[in-house]
């Protein structure tokens, strides 16, 4: 049974269920005043953030991505999230894992410390929501997915980057070449993928469907869908958001903008009708708040965010898994 907790319910709430009234200004940030805790007991999504901004090619900043998008979800935890008109989390068990640790100034155990920090938790049998750091870091996180659910999975991704630039340099950190290790490690199946709101070049795309900037533009958001949805099918799916995807307009705040992108409501739109994909794991990445203007990049980092975790409480009420 819920329970009304006035103020700091991320420390204070004993129940993984329900919310509590907080001053929007004031307590303890987790994602959505969720839990803050390591116990993963009855968990259905654990929140967690890697801290990770060495893998950019251009600006950094995106260590900080966590914690903005953590003070941006604020204002979600305050009503029931539009426009579902539910509190995801009367029936969605899920808490804020806090960061994932790892020696920074020692990168080559970087990628082992992140799967086994996913590793642990896909072991409880619960789901994941991710915030980079930059994108490299999906990479280890889909390796454990892959563990977990079997590979090769499907992948929905939404970027201005294709991030299947060739790189055969297995200890390498470059978060534009993930997905390239991600399809010759048999990770991912290129041909139940697809890539949305690319607008940059590669000679190769692996064979993933590239629905890109222009085409969402030009067909709309219910294309877009039915395209995403015939591709991927009933494939376990694992869906990363970069924030780049969207035009600098609406996510100035980020290391490799790229004019051209979707709007902000573009992608909330297609975000919230994904409730036919089979998710098994998500992360939203990239935001460098360094480089943001007014919070405007991790206000809309944390409504996508909040958007998955509703698809996620109206799979379980489905009595899917």
Known sequence: MSQTIYGDGAIRRTSLYGSSIENTYAGVQSFMRRNYTRDLTGVDVVVSGI???????????????????RAASVQLAELKPFPW?????????????????????NPLTIKPAIIEHARTILASGAKMLTFGG?????????????????????????????????????????????FYKAVKDGLIDPARSAQVGIRTF???????????????HNNGVEATLSRIKQRIGDAPVYVTFDIDCLDPAFAPGTGTPVP???????????????????????DVVEVAPSFDQSEITAIAAAHIACDMLCLMRNRKLAGKR
């Not at 801290?51 to 998008?69: E, H, K, M, N, Y």
């Not at 929905?156 to 340099?169: G, K, M, R, V």
Request: glycine letters at 8%; aromatic letters at 10%.
């Open 51 to 69: 801290p990770l901004d060495l893998a950019t090619t251009f600006r950094s900043g995106a260590r900080q991505g966590p914690a903005a998008v």
């Open 85 to 105: 008109g539910f509190d995801p989390f009367e029936d969605l068990a899920v808490i804020d894992y806090g960061d994932c640790w790892f020696d920074a100034h």
């Open 134 to 178: 930059d994108h490299f870091v999906t990479y280890p996180l889909l390796i454990a997915h892959a563990e977990k659910y079997g590979k090769p999975l499907a992948l929905l991704h939404f970027d201005a980057h294709c991030d299947t630039w060739a790189d055969d340099e297995p200890d390498s950190l470059n978060h534009g070449t993930m």
């Open 202 to 216: 590669n000679d190769d795309f692996m064979g993933i469907d590239i629905v890109d900037a222009p085409w969402v």
């Open 260 to 282: 051209g992108g979707l709007t902000t409501a573009q992608a909330l739109q297609i975000i919230r009708n994904l409730g036919d994909l089979n998710i098994v794991g998500m």
